[in-house]
């Protein structure tokens, strides 16, 4: 089982910006594809960002602009730089690898983000 860390959520206002931040045990990270999904109160969960092994990014139409998914291989981290926030982006936030998420596995705590008015 990984133990994926998410941490950096918080309340803010709209238009503000926050940075995401997920750990794990060992290397693993920087080893494989790794993804942010959020999941919004009575919505099923959403895949926001994924970067690939080689740095390649893909992001939800939603996001697009906005959000910046980076690796810090030598640290064994992964980062969701969000600007520009709005109501919509209120939910909880959970990394995972690609091959973990898409089967259900090793989700974590996931940290919480609140966008107020």
Not at 24 to 50: N, T
Not at 65 to 83: E, K, P
Not at 101 to 109: F, I
Request: glycine share 10%.
């Amino acid at each position: 089982q990984v133990q994926f860390v998410e941490s950096g959520g918080g309340l803010v206002q709209s238009g503000g910006s926050l940075r995401l931040s997920c750990t794990a045990p060992g290397s693993i990270i920087r080893l494989v594809v790794m993804d942010w999904y959020r999941q919004a109160p009575g919505k099923e969960r959403e895949l926001v960002a994924r970067i690939t092994v080689g740095g390649q990014t893909a992001y939800a139409d939603s996001v697009k602009g906005r959000f910046t998914i980076s690796r810090d291989s030598a640290q064994n981290r992964v980062y969701l730089q969000m600007h520009s926030l709005n109501a919509e982006d209120t939910a909880v936030y959970y990394c995972n690898t690609e091959f973990r998420a898409v089967r259900n596995l090793d989700w974590g705590q996931g940290t919480q983000v609140t966008v107020s008015s």
